[in-house]
Every structure is written in C-alpha cells, then in structure tokens.
C-alpha cells in the first residue's frame, strides 16, 4: 500500500535509507500485516511470513505482489539487501502467505535474465514502492533490464491443495467482521490524523527577504536598533501517529541593538515579548505554561564575543556567520551558537538566523502536544528576522 500523500517519495525513502525500516518505518509495517492479515483487501496484498535467519523466530512483512501471466510474484523494493529477501534464502523459499487465511507456500527466485517485465508489473501495481526503484512504472524495459539484477524476483508456488489452516466457523466468521470493522475505523482514524498533520500548513522558516538588496547608503559603523519588520519565534516538531510536521510560533514583539565599529560586531543584545507568541494566529497556553511566561516574559540573546563582518559584507555582499551568545529564557542563562545570514539593504541590514534549543537545558517544560494522540520533540528551534536601521 502506498501513503501518499501523508508522507512525500523522499520521507518514505528516508524511512529506508539504511536497507531497514526506521522506527516509523516498522511501526506503520506492523500495522499493514495486521490489517493485510484480515483478509478484508485484494489478493494481491499479503502479510510474508518467513523464520528470521538470525533469531529463529517468525518475522512478519507486509506485500504487494504483481500478478505475471496467471502467476503471483514479489519483488523487493530495496533490492537483494531488503531483510525478508535474506530471509527467504536462508529458508531455502519456505514461507507462509496470509490475506486473511495462511496458507503455506514456496518461493523460488526467477532468474535475472526473466525479471524486467515483472519489475515493471510490479511498480504499476504497488505504488508504494516507486519511490525507492531508480525507474518509473512507465520506463521502457530495456531500463527494468538494466536493474534485474539487483531485485530478486520470486515465483509464488502455493501448495497443490492450498487449504486454510483453520476451518472458520460461523462465531468465528462473526469475530472476524467485528475486527475487520474495529480495523477499518482504526485505519480511518490513522489516515484522517495523518492528513491533518500533515497537510496543516507550518510557517516557513525565517529568512532573509527575497529579491535583489539595494546598494549600501552610509557607513556600516555605528549602532543599530530592531526596526519594524522584524519576526521572532519558534519551530517545533510534532507528531501523531507517526506523521509529523512543524509548530511554528511567531511573534514582531522583539527590540534590540547591535552596535559595529569598524568592520567588527562588538554588541549585540535582542529581548522577545514571549507572552506575544502566536500559533497559527492565535495565543497557544500550553507554550505560555512551559516557558512560564508569567513569570519570565522575555528572553534575551547576548552576543558574547565579537564577530568580524569584513569588508565584502560592508559593501554589500551576503554573508553567513556564526556568533558566540548567551539565551536567557525561562530565568536561565546558556551558552549557545547563532547561527545567521546577513545583508546590507539601502539604509538597513537585515539578518536572520536560527539557534537550537534543547528545552531541558533552560527548565522548560515540555509541551504536551496538539491534537488527538498528538505530541512534540523535547527540543526546538527559535528563529528570527531582524531589520536593524542606523541610529
């Protein structure tokens, strides 16, 4: 089955990255072999069932499989390196089938030169796998020849009177349609949450404006105080089912001053009204509860140690820098790095800029999250956009 479009080609890809699920990869496997197991979808959707060549124990895997010429086949989306190919070989084939009745069955591995067109069935009929094949569903088959190598293709050969292992009964029966029922609401519930999160639109991060900066006008040295325009904020990840996306706070509630003599930075101190903070337009008390905002209503970034601008940014250049400062948040003071692209604009520099913030280090308490079965990581980033004008 294919998830799109809750997770993109490259997130599915990076569940895999190392030739084995992450943990939301075997999470969301181990919910497709349970409902794969049901029996309530088209044959060609399985739970593989094969004995773990290093623990001895059954290992579960849930299957698309492509239909060939009146015969079943399963191909490998990651190839020779994918866990249950290693599985099978070690089994000499022995496996077990099940869509909604285990049936015990032998696989026996195609040889190279006859995989190509079963390749090229097998991505037009399991979608959620194209994402990690280097071709597409439409490519001609010289280029599905071009990769047989790498993707074991297995003949499905069932036993000649394939029987279920269980004779169902009617209580049976009726058990069966209660889980397919409480399954299918489970899924629905799945897939709503994971569209909602993933299909809320988050703030992109702060950045420098975008188009061309005027030339520079007037000298660079001097002190410079936050201007309006400017933004501050948060970005948090979040989850829910395991979909994820981002909480973004913003507020323009944000002063400061950055002095510069010469072509050097030598201050710089910028306080954030956190009791201004908005989440999606609207004041979040979960976040004024963890930072406390009551009693610790501002944070305050320090520069701690000069950070050389040089002559290119002077005359107009963007540049990127990283600056020694201190965050005081939550009535605690830490040392952190900055990290920061700058430009000069006509009359005005604009910055901005990103910094990490674990929230254990600074006493904040962690969100609880938003939304059904929903929470956020333990850390953050706070970001910002200063427009600085000359004083």
Not at 217 to 233: D, E, K, N, Y
Not at 298 to 323: D, E, K, S, Y
Request: with cysteine; charged share 15%; glycine share 10%.
């Amino acid at each position: 089955m294919h998830l799109w479009p809750l997770y993109s080609p490259a997130e599915l890809r990076a569940m895999y990255a190392t030739g084995r699920g992450d943990a939301t990869g075997r999470r969301l496997a181990r919910r497709w072999a349970a409902i794969f197991g049901l029996g309530v979808l088209p044959r060609r959707w399985v739970t593989l069932e094969v004995t773990g060549r290093k623990s001895g124990r059954p290992t579960r895997f849930p299957l698309g499989m492509a239909d060939w010429h009146g015969r079943w086949y399963l191909v490998p989306m990651l190839g020779a390196r994918c866990n249950w190919v290693q599985n099978v070989r070690a089994a000499d084939g022995q496996v077990t089938l099940d869509n909604g009745h285990a049936v015990g069955c032998r696989l026996v591995e195609v040889p190279a030169g006859e995989r190509a067109p079963i390749i090229r069935r097998y991505l037009q009929k399991v979608p959620g796998a194209r994402p990690h094949l280097p071709v597409g569903p439409g490519a001609p088959i010289t280029e599905f020849e071009r990769i047989a190598a790498d993707y074991p293709v297995f003949l499905v050969v069932p036993p000649r009177r394939a029987r279920r292992l269980r004779a169902p009964t009617t209580r049976r029966r009726w058990w069966r349609w209660i889980a397919v029922s409480v399954a299918a609401i489970g899924l629905l519930i799945f897939a709503a949450v994971g569209a909602f999160v993933k299909l809320q639109p988050a703030a992109a991060p702060l950045r420098l404006p975008s188009g061309p900066a005027s030339a520079p006008a007037g000298p660079l040295a001097g002190t410079w105080r936050v201007a309006a325009g400017s933004l501050a904020g948060f970005r948090v990840r979040e989850s829910a089912l395991g979909f994820g996306n981002y909480t973004v706070g913003r507020t323009a509630g944000i002063t400061g001053v950055a002095v510069v003599a010469g072509d050097t930075l030598t201050s710089a101190t910028m306080r954030v009204d956190l009791a201004t903070i908005r989440v999606g337009g609207k004041a979040e008390p979960q976040f004024a509860a963890s930072l406390d905002t009551g009693a610790h209503p501002v944070a305050v970034i320090t520069l701690t140690h000069p950070v050389v601008l040089n002559l290119q940014f002077a005359t107009g250049a963007t540049m990127t820098f990283r600056a020694a400062a201190e965050l005081t948040v939550n009535g605690g003071s830490h040392p952190v790095v900055v990290t920061f692209s700058a430009r000069r604009d006509g009359i005005l520099v604009q910055a901005a800029g990103s910094l990490p913030v674990v929230f254990a280090t600074w006493g904040i308490r962690q969100p609880r999250g938003f939304g059904f079965l929903g929470s956020l990581a333990s850390h953050g980033i706070a970001e910002f956009l200063l427009i600085l004008r000359r004083s």
